[in-house]
């Protein structure tokens, strides 16, 4: 018989695939960074792209897991997409990353369902520390 995790706050027992990630981002060292973090942190890195497309197809592969959205990534509302995503996919969770972060951005990514908000150039605590809120 497997150990299975249970989250008390909910009463729920934990999916054990919420431990595996997306990285939708066209920026290498960002992406290596992240991946780096992800392995530290015991996450399966399901894939790294850099469109929108291969991301979609990815999360409704795996239908659960945390989403890395860049949201510099040049002809894309990042807010837009994140709301989206989270509403096809609501086990998703969507960690919004940008290198120019403003309160009006953070707001709205917020109010869109963001589960997390990185401030770009990336940096190993920022992300243990959103990664640490993520269950």
Excluded: W
């Excluded at 959205?69 to 894309?76: K, R």
């Amino acid at each position: 018989m497997a150990i299975q995790e249970f989250d008390f706050a909910t009463g729920k027992v934990l999916n054990p695939n919420r431990n595996q990630a997306i990285i939708l981002s066209a920026s290498t060292p960002d992406v290596e960074m992240l991946a780096d973090e992800l392995r530290k942190l015991h996450y399966k890195l399901l894939g790294s792209v850099d469109d929108i497309r291969a991301a979609l197809e990815l999360i409704g592969k795996h239908k659960i897991g945390v989403l890395f959205l860049d949201g510099d990534i040049e002809g894309l509302k990042a807010t837009d997409i994140l709301a989206s995503v989270l509403r096809a996919y609501p086990d998703f969770k969507v960690v919004l990353m940008t290198a120019t972060p403003t309160k009006e951005l953070l707001l709205e990514s917020q109010k869109a369902g963001a589960a997390g908000f990185l401030a770009k150039p990336l940096n190993s605590d920022a992300v243990a520390k959103v990664m640490s809120h993520i269950k």
